[in-house]
């Protein structure tokens, strides 16, 4: 056996999430649907670097597998990929050693959310970013971002359903940039709590609308009470865009 392991990207508008689950269309099924043909039926299970919820797209998605057949690069690359459906493609197949996991060796990852601002809505953006067409004073936001970089509880910017009990995270970066009627937000982190991004994206909305003070930030994140940030913002804006290693 040899372990592969592998970057993925998807459109997350067709899927019920990442991870297989009874009922729902997911990347994970398709993914290992597609190995088990090239392994004539036998189950070849995938682990991957986290898991995204219905509507969340990657470009960078990574997982790792084994498999009995050994083939370079770009043959597994061009087998999956004409085994899978068009909305998901493998960018890469690598050979990595042994004890290489695609999640916990993971140590750290890059997010984007795209906001369209534009008044009207676009039905050909609606799947690829969240519509806010509310005034927002930007700079307010990016000072907002300022308050969230860091090493915190993110407690206040996770969902309730969050398994974790250790919610110390790092933010190191955050960045905010806007052309035209989109906004790119930008984080990176050495890891991030189940809903944390969206949180973190719908509460500076709300700094930018004037529904919560910049100066408050500091205060709902030492709150660790996630009544105290702002609305969860939509999946259709996020990408987990790198895993890094």
Same mark, same amino acid.
């Given at each position: 056996?040899?372990?592969y ?17 009874p009922?729902?269309?997911t990347?994970?099924?398709? %993914?290992?649907?597609?190995l088990g043909?090239m392994h004539?039926?036998?189950? !070849? @299970?995938?682990v991957?670097?986290? =898991?995204? /919820?219905a ?11 084994d ?6 690069s770009?043959?597994?690359?061009k087998?999956?990929?004409? %085994?899978?459906?068009?909305?998901i493609?493998l960018m890469q197949?690598?050979s !990595? @050693?042994?004890d290489?996991?695609? =999640?916990? /060796? ?7 959310y795209v ?6 809505r676009d039905p050909f953006?609606?799947?690829?970013a ?5 005034k927002l004073d930007?700079?307010k ?8 970089i860091?090493?915190?509880d993110?407690?206040?910017f ?10 110390v995270r ?6 905010i ?6 906004i790119v937000?930008t984080?990176?982190?050495n ?17 930018g609308?004037?529904?919560i003070e910049?100066?408050s ?6 709150g660790r009470d ?9 999946a ?5 865009w790198?895993?890094?290693?």
């Open positions: 056996m040899k372990r392991k592998g970057i993925v990207a998807y459109d997350g508008s067709g899927f019920s999430g990442y991870q297989i689950q009922n729902g269309r990347v994970q099924e398709e %993914l290992e649907k597609a043909k004539k039926g036998a189950e !070849v @299970s995938i991957a670097s986290g =898991r995204t /919820d509507g969340v797209h990657a470009k960078g998605q990574v997982i790792h597998f498999s009995t057949l050994q083939l370079p770009e043959r597994w690359v087998a999956l990929n004409g %085994l899978l459906p068009g909305d493609s197949v690598d !990595v @050693s042994s290489f996991h695609a =999640r916990f /060796d993971a140590s750290g990852k890059t997010y984007k906001v369209y601002t534009g008044s009207v953006k609606r799947h690829y969240a519509h806010h067409p509310y930007i700079e936001v990016k000072k907002a971002s300022e308050c969230l860091g090493t915190h993110y407690t206040s996770c969902s309730a359903k969050t398994d974790m009990d250790n919610k790092t933010v190191s970066k955050i960045s940039e806007q052309k035209d009627d989109e937000f984080f990176t982190g890891g991030f709590l189940y809903n944390m991004v969206r949180i973190m994206v719908g509460t500076m909305l709300d700094v609308t004037g529904k910049v100066e930030i500091p205060a709902i994140l030492a996630r009544t105290l940030a702002g609305k969860t913002a939509p259709e804006g996020l990408y987990l790198e895993v890094y290693y």
